[in-house]
């Protein structure tokens, strides 16, 4: 599943507590097909703050993130991370690494 750094972990509860969302709300993670560049199949993944996670999805523990079931396989192997800046923050994802890699940033 979905590892997450500290700062994605603060990041993401700082987002989804704000005081105009319900207690309920996630970080939601899905996946985007694109076929439209002509280099072939991509896939693009998206974040969105909804009202409370998809009976479907998959849910981080004690985190309030959710992953869409066709976005999980694809992110089994990821590290969420986030860099602030200034008011906004900007999400990194990486290749956890394995007993011999060194990490590789998307």
């Given at each position: 599943?979905?590892?997450?750094?500290?700062?994605?972990?603060?990041?993401?509860?700082?987002?989804?507590?704000?005081?105009?969302?319900?207690?309920?709300a996630v970080?939601r993670?899905?996946?985007l097909h694109?076929?439209?560049?002509g280099?072939g199949p991509?896939?693009?993944?998206?974040?969105?703050?909804?009202?409370?996670?998809p009976?479907?999805d998959?849910v981080?523990?004690d985190?309030?993130v959710?992953?869409?079931?066709?976005a999980?396989?694809f992110?089994?192997?990821?590290?969420?991370?986030a860099?602030?800046?200034?008011?906004g923050?900007?999400?990194?994802?990486?290749?956890?690494?394995?007993?011999?890699?060194?990490?590789t940033w998307?």
């Amino acid at each position: 599943m979905l590892a997450m750094t500290p700062e994605a972990a603060q990041a993401v509860e700082a987002i989804v507590d704000r005081p105009d969302l319900p207690d309920s709300a996630v970080l939601r993670i899905t996946t985007l097909h694109s076929t439209g560049n002509g280099a072939g199949p991509s896939r693009d993944l998206q974040l969105e703050i909804v009202p409370e996670a998809p009976e479907e999805d998959l849910v981080l523990e004690d985190l309030p993130v959710s992953v869409e079931p066709d976005a999980a396989g694809f992110l089994s192997d990821k590290v969420l991370d986030a860099e602030f800046e200034g008011d906004g923050v900007r999400f990194n994802l990486y290749r956890q690494p394995g007993d011999d890699d060194e990490p590789t940033w998307r």
